[in-house]
């Protein structure tokens, strides 16, 4: 790891975390201005364990998926933000759960169990680190918020509904979950 690279990491943390402070508690609107933002998210199983990605904003292991564009089915949108982030194509399951979190990005996170059909893995300008970790060994720059629809994708149960509020703690552990990755070019464990 050179240390100008590291530096051009360091130096990109003010902007980001400025930005995703400005759309946490500012830009969080759901369709027409209403608070109900839903985002869809994939627990991408195969036999290397579980996909997981970073993207180039906030730097932690979390799941692939993101917003669905108006009018878009939610396995549409889904099969969509897996394909142009990690170039899979997938098969979307069974609902997971939804996770109301409230706090710091209030939206509803509506998680599928997905499967591989095809296509290769590979990063995407948004997220540009993909690896596969096997359930049991998951990192620790995790974000602590894509624990529960992991492990309640494991159990194989019915869908789950759970209410997360995201305060300071929630935000301090991502800005340090941020920062570890940027000091170690993405390595942390």
Not at 1 to 20: E, N, Q, V
Not at 69 to 74: F, Q, R
Request: hydrophobic content about 35%; charged content about 25%.
């Amino acid at each position: 790891m050179s240390r100008t690279g590291r530096l051009a990491r360091l130096l990109r943390l003010f902007p980001d975390h400025a930005r995703t402070a400005l759309w946490g508690f500012f830009g969080h609107r759901g369709p027409r201005g209403t608070r109900d933002r839903v985002v869809v998210q994939g627990v991408i199983e195969g036999p290397e364990g579980v996909l997981l990605s970073v993207r180039v904003d906030l730097r932690g292991w979390e799941l692939p998926g993101g917003n669905l564009d108006p009018g878009e089915a939610e396995e549409a949108g889904l099969r969509r933000e897996v394909r142009e982030e990690t170039g899979l194509e997938v098969a979307v399951g069974s609902l997971v759960g939804e996770y109301r979190r409230t706090g710091f990005l209030p939206h509803r996170a509506r998680v599928y169990r997905c499967t591989v059909l095809g296509g290769a893995l590979t990063p995407s300008a948004e997220t540009p680190v993909l690896r596969w970790f096997a359930p049991d060994t998951l990192p620790s720059t995790l974000f602590p918020w894509y624990r529960a629809p992991i492990e309640d994708a494991a159990r194989h149960a019915p869908p789950v509904e759970r209410h997360e509020h995201h305060g300071l703690h929630a935000i301090y552990t991502g800005f340090t979950i941020d920062l570890r990755m940027r000091w170690t070019d993405d390595k942390a464990p």
